[in-house]
Nanobody
Framework: QVQLVESGGGLVQPGGSLRLSCAASENINFSMYSMGWYRQAPGKQRELVADITSGGNTNYVDSVKGRFTISRDNAKNTVYLQMNSLKPEDTAVYYC?????????????WGQGTQVTVSS
């Protein structure tokens, strides 16, 4: 059973910073997976915030470009999301995703989510 465990969420004032972590269990070949951070605000659909491929290429939704940074440490089976200059509209539950597609097989795993609240 593959597990992804997020941590680092919480309450922060506008303009503040948080660093989310997502640790994957030992039973996946972590370095081969694309890792992503998604978020879902109340009443809204889940959206991709940022992802990073196995080769280290990154992608961000426009609303977080220049403020958020995704990174990975394959030795620790962990992906991070550094969030700076946080805004109230960043408030959401943030989910970690691990994705690996090979031939006709898809391996797709999700964490349980961590709440991020940006409020004064």
């Amino acid at each position: 059973q593959v597990q992804l465990v997020e941590s680092g969420g919480g309450l922060v004032q506008p303009g503040g910073s948080l660093r989310l972590s997502c640790a994957a269990s030992e039973n996946i070949n972590f370095s081969m997976y694309s890792m992503g951070w998604y978020r879902q605000a109340p009443g809204k659909q889940r959206e991709l915030v940022a992802d990073i491929t196995s080769g280290g290429n990154t992608n961000y939704v426009d609303s977080v470009k220049g403020r958020f940074t995704i990174s990975r440490d394959n030795a620790k089976n962990t992906v991070y999301l550094q969030m700076n200059s946080l805004k109230p509209e960043d408030t959401a539950v943030y989910y970690c995703n691990a994705l690996y597609i090979v031939r006709m097989s898809k391996f797709d795993y999700w964490g349980q989510g961590t709440q991020v609240t940006v409020s004064s």
